[in-house]
């Protein structure tokens, strides 16, 4: 039986009580966090940086799963490793060498994560695969939580996996945008094995985020 993995996203917790939320999905059986940081330049919205990151890091053992919104993103990469992140997930677009700042993220012995828009095509990391920790499928336009899944990339979630299998690679494939109690089981089916949620998780059942969560990974 496949064991889904289930990361948060903070963008839809209350800023105000970051502390308190990332402690309460850590006791609802999060399996990392999900933490979105967005640049208003990248994406347009504006989260929070770094230094809100190495605050938040002493208040919790789960891994920090960190989606970099940002660019240029190569010259940050230092401060979110050392704030704390544990995946460090960039866009291609945000950078103007890729393999370079994959290779950057390493030196700081931190998991590397690619994340692929709705329209950028898997051709755009299929030569670093065995590279990468993690692929980060958006579901979702990047910039806002609460938007509509996309069902087209479902067919990217299926072509990765058969990548994977086909050469034996082992990154993880992770899907970000929308994923709610509809939508999550033909994601699995496709071959996700971390679920990103920050609506659904936050909100559903009167915000009851243990039996949200729970809910994600029943299939
Ligand atoms: C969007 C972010 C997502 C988003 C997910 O740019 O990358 O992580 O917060 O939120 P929901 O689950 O509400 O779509
Ligand atoms: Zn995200």
Redesign the pocket.
């Known amino acids: 039986m496949k064991k889904i993995q289930i990361s948060p996203?903070i963008l839809s917790a209350d800023f105000s009580q970051l502390k308190n939320e990332i402690k309460r999905l850590e006791e609802a059986g999060a399996d990392m966090i999900?933490i979105?940081v967005m640049d208003g330049h990248f994406v347009p919205n504006l989260t929070i940086g770094s230094p809100v990151i190495k605050i938040l890091r002493k208040y919790t053992k789960l891994p920090f799963d960190v989606?970099l919104m940002i660019s240029p993103v190569h010259k940050y990469i230092g401060a979110y490793a050392d704030a704390g992140a544990d995946i460090i997930t960039i866009h291609p677009e945000a950078t103007d060498n890729l393999i370079n700042s994959i290779k950057h993220i390493r030196e700081f012995k931190k998991k590397v994560g690619v994340s692929l828009n709705p329209d950028t095509k898997i051709n755009v990391i299929t030569n670093l695969l065995d590279q990468i920790d993690l692929v980060l499928i958006m579901s979702v336009f990047?910039g806002f939580g609460g938007q509509k899944f996309m069902p087209e990339v479902i067919s990217k979630i299926e072509e990765l996996k058969k990548i994977k299998n086909q050469k034996n690679l082992n990154y993880e494939i992770e899907v970000?945008g929308g994923i709610n109690f509809t939508n999550y089981k033909s994601v699995i089916e496709a071959g996700a094995d971390i679920l990103?949620s920050g609506t659904t998780i936050f909100k559903e059942n009167n915000g009851d985020i243990k039996k949200n969560i729970d809910s994600l990974k029943l299939i």
Request: aromatic fraction near 0%; charge should be negative; proline fraction near 14%.
């Open positions: 996203s999900h979105d989606h990047p970000d990103v």
